[in-house]
């Protein structure tokens, strides 16, 4: 071989594939990848039959040559020979991981009031739970609540879902559950325990959520929150109490307090306030009619209806539950004079209670009914 530089030419390697089936063998203790790699790194993979390759070097910077009689001038050049290869078929697929199941509860939203760690004993407990979330399956949903005792551990997230012994045995809050079928669903529930209740070696409170499956009973999500419970005597009760409710505002309209009753009108009331503890507010709308005494604001506070009015014509006057902080509770009606003829006044009751049915405040506006035709 002659030319001006070291140059190899007419070197043929020929790699013969042997058509027998290869296999892949890593010496002990050498990792598979670094093997395949070893073998794979070439673009060698995956071919067959012959294989020419040349091999070329560049001029010595010197111009020396290489004789013909393979003796050496200059620095030196030698070629690696190709290592014999067991090459990896390309038609292998990679393995994929196995798929994992899609959950049957998606929950996007949940969490449990009231805020912060600590609960007074000497108030009544009331919590709350805000959850939105889709199923699969039908399921069952369930607010609970139970008291940790003098000498037991307070629950862990570890074993939410589960209610120790002994408060089992003891008081506990856990009303039946709430049935769905599959779907999307925001909820909202409640509870509450009275204060008097409430054993005095109980050390802790927790409120508790889960979601089950309808046909099995499993859990599919649960969540929990522990409240340390206060020793404070003497704290008053929610109704008497002036710094469990701050009212905001309250409004009733119309603002005069006689009314042609011969045509349609509207009125309502709005009740905005700010509160430490849970409540419920109910409106009540009532005829007073001849012959009939006009209530005052303490029949107002007892949340009786006169037994001669004909009731709650223009609502339930179910309770509405609000939660802590701030609230707005509003209802508006539209008068119509299909109401009785001898009805002589139009009362609206406001009426804001603990989660219990104490009442804590109610407000009332009457508002004269002109006889129709007059």
Same mark, same amino acid.
């Given at each position: 071989?002659?030319?001006?530089?070291?140059?190899?030419?007419?070197?043929?390697?020929?790699?013969?594939?042997?058509?027998?089936?290869?296999?892949?063998?890593?010496?002990?203790?050498?990792?598979?990848?670094?093997?395949?790699?070893?073998?794979?790194?070439?673009?060698?993979?995956?071919?067959?039959?012959?294989?020419?390759?040349?091999?070329?070097?560049?001029?010595?910077?010197?111009?020396?040559?290489?004789?013909?009689?393979?003796?050496?001038?200059?620095?030196?050049?030698?070629?690696?020979?190709?290592?014999?290869?067991?090459?990896?078929?390309?038609?292998?697929?990679? @393995?994929?991981?196995?798929?994992?199941?899609? @959950?049957?509860?998606?929950?996007?939203?949940?969490?449990?009031?009231?805020?912060?760690?600590?609960?007074?004993?000497?108030?009544?407990?009331? +919590?709350?739970?805000?959850?939105?979330?889709? !199923?699969?399956?039908?399921?069952? !949903?369930?607010?609970?609540?139970?008291?940790?005792?003098?000498?037991?551990?307070?629950?862990?997230?570890?074993?939410? &879902? =589960?209610? @120790?012994?002994?408060? =089992?045995?003891?008081?506990? /809050?856990?009303?039946?559950?709430?049935?769905?079928?599959?779907? &999307?669903?925001?909820?909202?529930? /409640?509870?509450?325990?009275?204060?008097?209740?409430?054993?005095?070696?109980?050390?802790?409170?927790?409120?508790?959520?889960?979601?089950?499956?309808?046909?099995?009973?499993?859990?599919?999500?649960? $969540? =929990?929150?522990?409240?340390?419970?206060?020793?404070?005597?003497?704290?008053?009760?929610?109704?008497?109490?002036? !710094?469990?409710?701050?009212? $905001?505002?309250?409004?009733? /309209? @119309?603002?005069?307090?006689?009314?042609?009753?011969?045509?349609?009108?509207?009125?309502?009331?709005?009740?905005?306030?700010?509160? $430490?503890?849970?409540?419920?507010?109910?409106?009540?709308?009532?005829?007073?009619?001849? &012959?009939?005494?006009?209530?005052?604001?303490?029949?107002?506070?007892?949340?009786?209806?006169?037994?001669?009015?004909? &009731?709650?014509? +223009?609502?339930?006057?179910?309770?509405?539950?609000?939660?802590?902080?701030?609230?707005?509770?509003?209802?508006?009606?539209?008068?119509?004079? !299909?109401?009785?003829?001898?009805?002589?006044?139009?009362?609206? /009751?406001?009426?804001?209670?603990?989660?219990?049915?104490?009442?804590?405040?109610?407000? =009332?506006?009457? $508002?004269?009914?002109?006889?129709?035709?007059?």
């Amino acid at each position: 071989m002659r030319s001006n530089g070291l140059f190899v030419t007419g070197l043929m390697m020929t790699i013969i594939l042997s058509s027998c089936q290869h296999s892949i063998v890593s010496s002990p203790g050498e990792p598979i990848a670094d093997f395949m790699d070893t073998q794979a790194k070439s673009s060698l993979s995956g071919l067959s039959g012959t294989l020419s390759v040349s091999v070329e070097t560049a001029t010595p910077p010197d111009g020396s040559t290489t004789p013909d009689d393979g003796t050496q001038e200059g620095p030196t050049s030698t070629a690696t020979p190709m290592p014999s290869a067991t090459f990896m078929p390309t038609d292998i697929a990679t @393995p994929t991981p196995s798929a994992v199941p899609a @959950p049957l509860v998606t929950v996007s939203y949940a969490e449990i009031f009231p805020g912060g760690s600590e609960m007074s004993r000497n108030r009544p407990l009331d +919590f709350a739970v805000k959850a939105d979330f889709s !199923s699969t399956v039908g399921t069952m !949903s369930l607010l609970s609540g139970f008291l940790t005792y003098q000498g037991q551990n307070p629950p862990i997230e570890a074993t939410c &879902g =589960q209610i @120790p012994a002994e408060s =089992q045995a003891r008081l506990t /809050w856990g009303p039946e559950p709430s049935l769905r079928e599959q779907g &999307g669903y925001s909820i909202a529930d /409640w509870g509450h325990l009275h204060a008097e209740y409430i054993p005095t070696d109980a050390t802790h409170f927790t409120a508790m959520f889960t979601i089950s499956r309808q046909a099995d009973a499993i859990v599919e999500y649960c $969540i =929990q929150k522990t409240y340390v419970l206060i020793d404070e005597p003497g704290i008053p009760t929610p109704a008497d109490d002036p !710094s469990a409710i701050k009212v $905001i505002g309250i409004t009733f /309209w @119309p603002d005069a307090s006689t009314v042609d009753r011969s045509s349609d009108f509207n009125f309502g009331a709005r009740l905005d306030f700010e509160s $430490i503890i849970m409540t419920q507010v109910r409106m009540l709308v009532f005829y007073i009619k001849q &012959g009939q005494e006009i209530p005052g604001e303490s029949t107002c506070m007892s949340g009786l209806v006169p037994e001669q009015s004909e &009731g709650t014509h +223009f609502n339930t006057g179910s309770a509405t539950r609000m939660w802590t902080g701030i609230s707005r509770f509003e209802r508006a009606y539209t008068y119509s004079a !299909s109401a009785p003829d001898d009805a002589t006044h139009l009362v609206m /009751w406001l009426l804001l209670e603990g989660m219990s049915g104490q009442p804590i405040l109610c407000r =009332q506006k009457v $508002i004269e009914l002109f006889p129709t035709g007059q």
